[in-house]
């Protein structure tokens, strides 16, 4: 299992490759990746919420999230460790799983573009997580300190509506994954997942989905080969 560790840039407006680059060039280059991150992020505020934000509002969200970025493999947060922040992808893909006593992993979500990320118990007890959270892809996101969320939960009802639907989008979410996990077989799991998450299918390992589905990856296998056959 990879160890590296969470990469943060200390400055918010620093580029988001955590790279020092001199020149003109570079720096529009820099402002351009930082503009299309905050400009992604107010787009899906605004299509969730349906909240216009000020000028004022726009710049106080800037301050408050921090770009970073995660290359494959590397984690936001591992078990023991307390999540200090919250993340907001831009581009890519992360998994949120736990791993058993016999070393076996189980993937409880995914998290794709205009996704929130992160361990919202840990995050809000300061306790230590039971989950580890890993980039599957090379990833861009927008993260915050419990500080910044709570400053701009009270200085923006935009900002805090748009966490709001995200607690109950999880909330509902995780409802459906026990009632998948109760009343569905192998097979059900795979077709409610081509039904209602296609992208996945086409996204991630075979591995990864089975880890998720909750079954063994021959299992999978045998499945597709069944469907692919009829």
Excluded at 103 to 117: K, M, R
Excluded at 142 to 148: E, F, M, W
Aim: charge should be positive; hydrophobic fraction near 35%.
């Amino acid at each position: 299992m990879s160890t590296t560790k969470l990469y943060v840039i200390s400055n918010p407006h620093d580029d988001i490759y955590g790279e020092q680059h001199k020149g003109t060039e570079t720096a529009v280059a820099v402002s351009a990746s930082l503009n299309r991150c905050y400009t992604s992020f107010f787009q899906a505020l605004t299509a969730s919420t349906g909240q216009q934000l000020t000028t004022g509002e726009k710049c106080q969200i800037m301050d408050g999230l921090q770009p970073i970025k995660l290359r494959r493999r590397q984690y936001f947060l591992q078990e023991g460790d307390v999540c200090r922040r919250l993340g907001f992808i831009i581009q890519g893909a992360v998994r949120t799983y736990a791993v058993n006593h016999k070393g076996q992993e189980s993937i409880l979500y995914f998290n794709t573009e205009s996704n929130w990320l992160g361990d919202l118990e840990s995050f809000r007890t300061s306790q230590a997580s039971r989950y580890h959270i890993e980039a599957l892809e090379h990833t861009e996101l927008l993260t915050a300190s419990h500080h910044h969320i709570a400053s701009l939960s009270i200085a923006i009802p935009a900002f805090r509506q748009f966490l709001e639907q995200e607690y109950y989008v999880r909330l509902a979410f995780n409802q459906c994954r026990v009632h998948m996990a109760l009343s569905m077989n192998a097979e059900e799991r795979y077709l409610d997942l081509l039904k209602n998450q296609p992208e996945y299918a086409k996204r991630f390992s075979q591995n990864t989905i089975a880890s998720y589905l909750g079954i063994k990856p021959e299992t999978l296998s045998r499945i597709r080969r069944n469907w692919q056959g009829r």
